[in-house]
């Protein structure tokens, strides 16, 4: 189905968690999707569950197939005063109030049903999980939906295992964008077109059976991708509890600023490092369209947040460097000796009794001398894949082939991102000259495998301190000293 010509630039915003996480909160999404929908432009509302709610049903399920039905009799009334509190503050007709309660009590019942009945199986499948945790964005957008009407707008929910189709891998689940487009434009274009305002649940949807399934835990923003990419939406624009992406972790760094603008490279590479940012699968559907994409602020709506763009539009002005992020506890591992040099395979062979263990490698690095192999793990596997690597090269140990296999002490992977320092001189010479300057001992450092970013290992007792210090350089390069300081606000780092 195609969408008549003035659905060409609909508008996607999803509110997070904290967005919806209470009546102050849920004000300030009404004043925003207002002040949209008075330009006139199609709007579609994706909501996640109010903030905490899916980790407390998750949770609840969890302990029922433990046989203990405690935590589902707190959960029930719990989320009837979240819910319920809420509209009380916020729909001031009780006819209203009295119509979404209609609405949502079922969902708690079938809450307590549910968990009920896993408690009596003694376990909780993916499937189960999933009927059970997609029960929070169907009471949110309930709420939000009637708290649109009350204020005057035309508002409808919409659960979206109506509009999203997806694979059957429950609690990871993979949307086929064809049936979803089909689905989307046949159950929310007759709602936009009537100028209503389509309030979708994040985080859902459903195989082609119909059974319920997830995108996983923070998938609503997926969804909200999906969705635009379904609908062909002129932007996206991602809500949540900060100015956007910052351009370090305000638990090391005291004055983070808001990125202005990234590429959805620097993103990934960001996300993959440990910021608190957008999953990279979540901006998958959107890479590749001409779709706008913003990170905003609930909380601080005049902000512009940060503008994530296609490569095409990514701006020279400024610096390269963007960001930096750490991964915590990790350790370096080598396989060090003369034997290894020419002799081909023992960098496979090494991989492959790292990846039996099944622990994942965050940075390899090798010398040309090719006498040593150094990769960081986190700090809990070493052990593990140091056992696993002796086992294999027994005999080149034996030999004298290999001379040692160790890991280091603890160690902080810190990495700087930014969209083509591979190709910019100069950038890896700031890098280290910073770090230098302030005494800091940089123990490996991996560049070349993206173009959007150089990683390197520090020890754990430096990591903080290198990066403040790179994170200074950030700030110098980019001239944002006095640039707008990121607003904080009580919920940060609360995005459910
Ligand atoms: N409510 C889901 C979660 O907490 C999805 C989301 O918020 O993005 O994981
Ligand atoms: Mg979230």
Redesign the pocket.
């Known amino acids: 189905m195609e969408l008549p010509g003035y659905l060409s630039d609909i508008l996607v915003m999803k509110f997070?968690?904290t967005s919806v996480g209470d009546h102050r909160a849920i004000r300030n999404v009404v004043g925003i999707v207002g002040e949209e929908f008075l330009t006139g432009r199609p709007l579609v509302v994706v909501a996640?569950?109010m903030s905490g709610?899916?980790?407390m049903l998750e949770e609840a399920a969890q302990k029922a197939s433990q046989g203990d039905l405690q935590k589902v009799h707190e959960a029930a009334p719990a989320l009837r005063d979240k819910h319920f509190g809420a509209a009380r503050e916020l729909l001031p007709d009780p006819s209203y109030a009295m119509q979404l309660q209609t609405e949502i009590e079922p969902l708690v019942a079938a809450f307590v049903e549910r968990c009920q009945a896993i408690r009596m199986l003694g376990e909780v499948t993916p499937r189960v999980m999933d009927s059970v945790?997609s029960l929070?964005?169907r009471m949110s957008v309930r709420l939000l939906s009637a708290v649109f009407k009350a204020y005057g707008f035309e508002s409808t929910w919409v659960d979206a295992d109506q509009v999203i189709v997806t694979d059957n891998q429950f609690q990871a689940a993979h949307p086929d964008m064809d049936a979803t487009r089909r689905q989307a434009r046949e159950v929310l274009g007759p709602i936009l077109e009537e100028e209503i305002i389509p309030v979708v649940t994040?985080?859902i949807g459903a195989d082609p059976e119909g059974n319920t399934t997830t995108l996983g835990?923070?998938?609503?923003?997926y969804s909200a991708a999906i969705l635009g990419a379904a609908l062909e939406a002129g932007d996206v624009w991602i809500w949540t509890d900060v100015d956007g992406v910052m351009t370090a972790d305000p638990r090391i760094v005291a004055d983070p600023r808001s990125i202005p603008s990234l590429t959805y490279r620097e993103i990934g590479e960001l996300a993959y490092f440990g910021a608190k940012v957008l999953h990279p699968k979540s901006i998958q559907p959107v890479v590749e369209t001409e779709i706008g994409l913003r990170i905003r602020n609930t909380f601080n709506p005049t902000h512009p947040g940060t503008r994530i763009v296609g490569k095409k539009y990514a701006r020279s002005r400024g610096s390269i460097l963007k960001a930096v992020a750490a991964v915590p506890s990790q350790r370096m591992v080598a396989v060090e000796g003369r034997g290894m040099l020419g002799v081909p395979g023992v960098a496979a062979r090494a991989f492959q009794a790292v990846a039996d263990t099944r622990t994942s490698v965050s940075l390899i690095t090798q010398a040309s001398s090719e006498q040593s192999i150094c990769f960081t793990v986190a700090s809990e596997r070493a052990d593990t894949v140091l056992k696993a690597l002796e086992k294999t090269f027994e005999l080149e140990i034996q030999h004298r082939d290999i001379d040692r296999i160790s890991a280091g002490p603890e160690a902080v992977v810190v990495t700087v991102v930014g969209a083509g320092m591979r190709d910019t001189p100069g950038i890896a010479g700031a890098v280290f000259g910073a770090l230098g300057s302030a005494g800091i001992n940089v123990m490996a450092i991996a560049q070349g495998s993206s173009d959007a970013s150089i990683s390197l290992v520090v020890r754990a007792d430096e990591a903080e301190s290198a990066v403040r210090v790179l994170h200074d350089l950030i700030v110098a390069e980019n001239g944002l000293e006095g640039a707008l300081r990121s607003k904080k606000n009580p919920e940060e780092g609360g995005?459910?």
Do not use: M, Q
Not at 217 to 221: A, H, I, L, V, Y
């Open positions: 997070g968690g996640s569950a709610v899916t980790s945790t929070g964005e994040g985080f835990r923070g998938g609503s923003d995005d459910g």
